[in-house]
């Protein structure tokens, strides 16, 4: 069983459209980060939640304790958006990253 | 300065050669960590140090060895490797201590096994 359920793992948006990715965890956790990872390997820290909503540029992340749930929005899509988005929970017992599975993103002009 | 550097991008190395991965940070992060990716999945935890000492090892097995020079430098050497070692190797660095601190990663070594 893993942790960390994200969905959709696929995506395809056109240009310009609102995307939503959705993150499911079944631990306490410290903190919940979502990663951004182009072709080619490296790993981009997009933001870091504990509560509330963070929003940066086009990007808004938001998390809802309560609910073990996080959702990354992405307003007005471009194709340099395409990447896989991963969502990552430090739980609460240690300090060491649980991974969600990814969710590819592809958009299309 | 918040970049991770990575060394080499791309490795190929035979299962008898013996080589090494090097991972440099200059934000002054005491924790500094090694991931092992495969295609398509997400990275996995092989260590972590905390202050130059090792404080998490994931069972992985002995032909990879960490090593932390300093506090800015992280090795990983490699011998006798298996060809189903062949993946993306992330290193990543942060804060160091109780709290909860944001990683920053460097862009991998793509290390192949013939």
């Known amino acids: 069983k893993n942790e960390v359920e994200q969905s959709p793992q696929n995506l395809t948006a056109q240009e310009g459209e609102f995307i939503t990715i959705n993150c499911s965890y079944s631990?306490?956790?410290?903190?919940l980060h979502w990663l951004q990872q182009h072709p080619g390997g490296g790993i981009v820290s997009l933001f870091m939640?504990?509560?509330g909503k963070k929003k940066h540029g086009r990007l808004i992340a938001t998390i809802n304790i309560q609910e073990k749930h996080s959702s990354l929005h992405i307003t007005a899509s471009h194709p340099r958006d395409s990447a896989v988005y991963i969502c990552a929970v430090i739980p609460n017992t240690g300090n060491q990253f649980y991974f969600g599975t990814g969710t590819s993103l592809t958009v299309i002009p | 300065d918040t970049e991770v550097t990575q060394t080499p991008k791309h490795l190929v190395m035979g299962m008898t050669n013996k080589k090494s991965l090097k991972c440099e940070q200059h934000m002054g992060h005491r924790a500094m960590y090694w991931y092992k990716q495969k295609a398509k999945k997400p990275p996995e935890l092989m260590f972590v140090y905390s202050y130059e000492k090792l404080s998490i090892n994931e069972s992985v097995p002995s032909r990879f060895s960490p090593e932390c020079p300093n506090s800015s430098l992280l090795n990983l050497h490699l011998h006798a490797l298996q060809p189903e070692d062949s993946a993306l190797y992330l290193c990543?660095?942060?804060?160091?201590?109780?709290?909860?601190?944001?990683?920053?990663f460097g862009p991998g070594t793509r290390l192949t096994v013939t």
């Open positions: 939640l504990s509560s």
């Open positions: 631990v306490g956790i410290s903190a």
């Open positions: 990543a660095s942060s804060q160091a201590g109780t709290g909860v601190y944001e990683q920053y």
